[in-house]
Nanobody, 123 residues
């Protein structure tokens, strides 16, 4: 059983930056593709970014490409999401997720989830 704990959310002005972290425990971190998803009020949860186990392939939603960067430190069992040039429409609860095997962009492909961290971007 893998436990995921996100941190780093908060309130930021439009154009600002935040870095989210997700610390994993209880599993073999390097065996997992790690993803970030988000859910805004009244909307469905959506894919944001994902990294294969060795970060040789990175995937991004078109809405964040060029602004967000996913990275991972396998020695620390931690995945990060650097978010730059934030916009009010980035406001959401951000979730970290883990899945075995290859990349996936659908939430039902992921086996383990964190509790989420709130990101609020003011205009």
């Amino acid at each position: 059983q893998v436990q995921l704990v996100e941190s780093g959310g908060g309130l930021v002005q439009a154009g600002g930056s935040l870095r989210l972290s997700c610390a994993a425990s209880g599993g073999t971190f390097i065996s997992y593709t790690m993803g970030w998803f988000r859910q805004a009020p009244g909307k469905e949860r959506e894919f944001v970014a994902a990294s294969t186990w060795n970060a040789d392939r990175l995937f991004y939603a078109s809405s964040v490409k060029g602004r967000f960067t996913i990275s991972r430190d396998n020695a620390k069992s931690t995945v990060y999401l650097q978010m730059n040039t934030l916009k009010p429409e980035d406001t959401a609860i951000y979730y970290c997720a883990a899945k075995s095997g290859n990349y996936g962009q659908y939430d039902d492909q992921y086996n383990y989830w964190g509790q989420g961290t709130q990101v609020t971007v003011s205009s």
